[in-house]
């Protein structure tokens, strides 16, 4: 796979009710530092993550610099982050990275037939 098949990334920070002023602030400093798009502040789980999270859209182009700089500045959040390919299931089951500890998804949302 090269990168042209890679429409973009998503990085999800993962949090709870005792981290949620650390994320919230870990994501004010995102959007101080880069021009992205960010995604709602979840507090609850939603889709396949386990936990409250919320996500940063990463272009191609600024993976180096925003996915380095998570790494440097994640505190003590997990970031989990995947490829955008229109392979949902592999692209997070497959294709993650992981800032920080990782947990289960909740994949099954991807297997399941739809009626």
């Known amino acids: 796979m090269n990168t042209p098949e890679i429409r973009d ?3 999800h920070v993962y949090f709870d009710a005792a981290s949620r002023e650390a994320a ?4 004010e ?3 101080q530092t880069h021009d992205i798009q960010m995604g709602r502040f979840h507090e609850k789980p939603v889709g ?7 996500q940063v859209t990463v272009r191609n182009d600024q993976f180096t610099q925003v996915i380095s700089w998570l790494a440097l500045n994640h505190g003590e959040l997990i970031v989990f982050v ?3 390919t229109g392979n949902d299931l ?13 947990v289960p998804l909740l994949l099954d949302m991807f297997t399941k037939k739809k009626d």
């Open 82 to 84: 995947h490829p955008n």
């Open 29 to 31: 400093k995102i959007e």
């Open 9 to 11: 990334w998503h990085a």
């Open 48 to 54: 396949p993550h386990p936990m409250f999270s919320y």
């Open 24 to 27: 919230w602030a870990l994501r």
């Open 90 to 102: 592999e692209d997070h089951r497959d294709r993650a990275i992981w800032i920080g500890t990782s």
